[in-house]
């Protein structure tokens, strides 16, 4: 069965420069979601869209934003990077968000590791 | 602001041992729980979900429980195995039509050979 596809999977950028993130949710989901993991640390939630739209918040910086297209793709596009923006990011995606239709369960891709110098 | 605590925060068991891992979350007026596996350096693999209205799931040699009321859930895991070993994330997703799982900070589960 098709997963969530993150690309790239591994990224490294030096401090100050931009870096972006693709994620192709699984076939038919209509909510995307993008996460944070930090060395030892849990995933935090950042953002998601439901329908291409944000859906909710969480505790991304302003120096990032993100979207979701007309295929259902997400793209988490971070600038001005600094060390601590060093993480594994993933993304998820569920048919359905935050009760509206569907079960909610979340399905994770592999994640796309950014290493800032 | 909902937080989950995962207990304990480390084991290691004998092969074909059962075992109980604990989740606890202050707010509950969650829409779901949900049980993921994560091995080192890798994505999250999901495990079970139950709704807010369900009481347990079971998938294979895992049971999931779930008591709202009390804020409490378990993944119990039958015969373990060394392929088991991973570390184990409980997250809950809020109600009220708000997104973002909230994870505990996983239980890291070692299956002695």
């Known amino acids: 069965a098709a997963g969530v596809i993150q690309s790239p999977r591994h990224l490294i950028k030096e401090k100050r420069e931009t870096a972006t993130l693709k994620c192709y949710p699984i076939p038919r989901h209509d909510t995307v979601y993008w996460y944070q993991q930090g060395p030892g640390q849990d995933p935090q939630f950042l953002i998601s869209f439901y329908e291409k739209m944000q859906s909710d918040k969480g505790s991304i910086p302003d120096r990032f934003s993100a979207q979701q297209f007309s295929d259902y793709h997400s793209e988490l596009n971070m600038s001005s990077l600094e060390l601590g923006d060093s993480a594994l990011y993933f993304c998820?995606?569920?048919?359905?968000?935050?009760?509206?239709?569907?079960?909610?369960?979340?399905?994770f891709g592999e994640g796309s590791r950014l290493t800032v110098l | 602001k909902q937080e989950v605590t995962q207990i304990p925060a480390a084991l290691s068991v004998p092969e074909g041992e059962n075992l109980v891992l604990n989740c606890s979350f202050t707010?509950?007026?969650?829409?779901?729980l949900q049980w993921f596996r994560q091995d080192p350096g890798k994505g999250l693999t999901s495990l079970l979900l139950?709704?807010?209205?369900?009481r347990e799931q079971t998938s294979g040699r895992l049971n999931a429980s779930l008591d709202k009321s009390s804020g409490r859930s378990t993944l119990y895991i039958a015969a373990s195995q060394p392929g088991d070993s991973a570390t184990y994330l409980c997250?809950?997703?809020?109600?009220?039509?708000?997104?973002?799982?909230?994870f505990g900070k996983g239980t890291h589960l070692i299956i002695q050979p």
């Open positions: 997250a809950a997703e809020p109600g009220g039509g708000a997104d973002g799982l909230t």
């Open positions: 139950i709704q807010s209205s369900q």
């Open positions: 998820a995606s569920s048919l359905g968000s935050g009760g509206l239709a569907g079960t909610g369960e979340l399905f």
């Open positions: 707010d509950s007026a969650i829409y779901n």
